[in-house]
């Protein structure tokens, strides 16, 4: 099984208010559509969830359960994320991809932002029926926080242990995980391991736009915890749609490998 992540930034304007690219969603559709028969029953997809999961929680002060929200508005953020999935599944459709919307909030509930208890049954029967499975982030309920943001780079922690996760792809709207040199430029890292993880993640930061969740920093943490439990990580430029091949299956893609090792302890190193 392979878990794709396509960035909100490189499918919306991140800087407007649900404001889809949807020429870019086809281009991906497309692309997918081309090597279907290859991807049926073995890819789940993430979309980001861009300038919908990113403005909605401001405009309705949804960031955080101790806001000033109101009762009225609670369903918004859920409203508009499942729109956002009903336009990703339309286009897909129309391009030949049977796919199928996966809405969050309706099975996992979360204590302390931790996946606490999640129901994922459906999405193996949606795999073995062929269909691919469509997911983003959304507002859930916690057991300690009333509710929080969750967000799409850590749904691939709900399915390690039920299914044999190979490689967790995160196309995004940069080449990868990028330090500076001692001569100001920067460049891509090519490679994350057990042995230099925390150097690395002192390299990633908040994301440039608009960004609730913790931005590159957030992506790598969770790809680390998938690490340790044997997946495979890479984070790449997802700007043209057939980025999405060679990152799934070529043996070393273009951009920042994360590299899988055994997990030691429950406790992990996150």
């Known amino acids: 099984m392979n878990v794709v992540k396509i960035g909100g930034s490189l499918l919306t304007d991140k800087d407007g208010y649900c404001a889809p690219n949807q020429e870019m969603v086809r281009q991906y559709a497309r692309t997918i559509a081309k090597e279907w028969e290859r991807l049926r029953g073995n890819l789940i997809l993430i979309v980001g969830g861009g300038s919908y999961g990113n ?19 609670l369903s918004m953020m859920t409203v508009k994320m499942f729109e956002w999935l009903s336009l990703v599944t339309q286009i897909f459709r129309e391009e030949g991809v049977p796919c199928y919307p996966f809405q969050t909030s309706g099975y996992v509930v979360t204590k302390n932002k931790r996946p606490q208890r999640f129901f994922v049954e459906p999405v193996e029967h949606v795999l073995s029926m062929g269909v691919l499975p469509v997911f983003s982030g959304d507002l859930v309920f916690d057991e300690e926080q009333q509710f929080i943001i969750f967000s799409s780079d850590n749904l691939p922690e709900l399915f390690v242990e039920r299914m044999s996760l190979r490689r967790m792809v995160m196309l995004t709207d940069v080449e ?29 930061g908040p994301s440039q736009k608009p960004d609730i ?3 590159m920093k957030n992506k790598l943490e969770a ?9 495979e990580g890479v984070i790449t430029s997802g700007r043209k749609a ?3 091949l060679p990152a799934l299956f070529e043996p070393e893609p273009v951009g920042t490998m994360i590299r899988p090792w055994a997990q030691e302890n ?3 190193l996150l």
């Open 242 to 244: 057939e980025a999405l």
């Open 266 to 268: 429950r406790g992990g």
């Open 176 to 204: 990868g995980v990028m330090q500076i040199g001692t001569d100001g430029q920067q460049t891509v890292i090519p490679e994350v391991t057990r042995a230099n993880f925390q150097e690395v993640l002192r390299c990633a």
């Open 223 to 231: 790809l680390l915890r998938l690490a340790e439990q044997g997946v």
């Open 55 to 73: 403005a909605v929680p401001v405009r309705y002060h949804l960031k955080d359960a101790s806001l000033p929200w109101k009762d009225t508005d």
């Open 213 to 215: 969740t913790g931005g």
